[in-house]
């Protein structure tokens, strides 16, 4: 590497160190702004400071470093924990600078790891050693200014200041207004299968250090650690590591050009992309030119078995469905429903042998998140039948607690049930779903008691975040 830039980062070479938490993971943001500026001039090289040196000043990786430890997360295939990356950096990290100064700095093997999908089959994650998250957060903070300026409005996923509730609300009046067919579009393995020569082709439009295109790179080419073995990668983005989101969203602002240049009304969140039109064959044509686009330009393929040309109430976008009226109101997904459930019973499954409290301790975080999250709904009688679902399966949790019939006489009388009604509850015979809708359960434990033990309700929360709104 030349003498000029090792003599220009000299008083920049300290080790990262967790010096402050930085609003949004990004330092000194009008530098930045005015890197960024230079690079979308086209000015590169002696014309602006390079990138490299950017993205390795001390108050980016300072930044860098603390988004990364506060976004703890496993380690990678050299077991170096978070917690221990400050430490490793303090003792490595002017060689490991040097390295990256001089294009010889080579990333490590991810390490896969598989986590079940939603909708069945398994979703890959590459996991990056702590210090390759941090060098790629390094990057991806200078990158964003240089790149989102550029991006869609219709896309959403990943951006600052964006998010999944914007989207599923621009959608809602894409319907509203009229266009109330969608093409679902559902992208084949997209993290998997992104091809390298036209994603780096794509960066290189706007990034014009030569160092840093290496590195991202070699970041791509990076093998994945499993069973012992690290496999080489000619293809694909696995998920996992911080630069991922914004290569994906650098890779797909062609789809979203494309479709803004076609007068098309979308919303893409990540490789999520919904296109609204006005009738069903309009939705085919645009189903079938774009899997053309997509396959000819971006070497992407569609999943037909998961895509189709439906009505959107008919579809889940971001765990949202919408009502069949003129307004299209949000309400929640029946598979977001059903996920929850599942979620609920598994805790509740734990729950036989453990006091109550401690099960309610469990699930009112859970309660309070999914609330959040589904705050925009307009329907709101999901959530109450979520709370009379969940209060139910906890009477059936009491109810097998309590094992044999002297114990359930003895517990609905304590709790005021008359002897003869406690009687006729307890020796009933039946299953504990069934008591815990019968008569002498609800009356032993009202919902009253079961707030007072603290219980969250999903409508009263939802009714406090939707005033909120």
Known sequence: MSSRREAGAGARAGTPEPVREVGGGTAEVSEQERQARAARNGAAGDEARSLIDEALRRENMAAAYARVVSNGGAPGVDGVTVEALGEHCREHWPRIRQELLGDTYRPQPTRRVEIPKAGGGVRMLGIPTVLDRMIQQALHQVLTPIFDPTFSDASFGFRPGRGTHDAVVRAREHIAAGHRWVVDLDLAKFFDTVNHDVLMRLVAKRVKDKSVLRLIGHYLRAGMLAGGVASPRTEGTPQGGPLSPLLSN????????????????????????????????????????????????????????????????????????????????????????????????????????????????????????????????????????????????????????????????????????????????????????????????????????????????????????????
């Open 250 to 469: 650098i890779l797909l602002d062609e789809l979203d050009k494309e479709l803004e240049r076609r007068g098309h009304r979308f919303v893409r969140y990540a490789d999520d992309c919904n296109v609204y039109v006005r009738s069903e064959a309009a939705g085919e044509r645009v189903m079938a030119s774009l899997e053309g686009f997509l396959t000819k330009h971006l070497r992407l393929k569609v999943n037909r078995d998961k895509s189709a040309v439906a009505r959107p109430w008919d579809r889940t976008f971001l765990g949202y469905s919408f009502t069949v009226d003129r307004e299209a109101k949000l309400k929640v997904a029946r598979r977001s429903v059903q996920r929850l459930k599942d979620k609920l019973r598994a805790v509740l499954r734990a729950a036989r042998g453990r006091r109550l409290t401690d099960t309610l301790t469990t699930l009112v975080p859970i309660i309070r998140g999914w609330t959040a999250y589904y705050r925009l709904s307009q329907v709101a009688n999901v959530f109450e039948e979520l709370d009379q679902w969940l209060r139910r399966k906890l009477r059936a949790v009491l109810w097998r607690q309590w094992k044999r019939n002297r114990t359930r006489f003895d517990e609905l009388r304590r709790r005021g049930l008359t002897a003869e009604h406690a009687r006729l509850g307890a020796g009933n015979g039946r299953g504990p779903w069934w008591n815990a809708g019968a008569s002498h359960m609800n009356a032993a434990v009202p919902v009253s008691a079961l707030r007072q033990l603290g219980l969250a309700s999903f409508v009263e929360e939802h009714r406090r975040l939707a005033r909120s709104t």
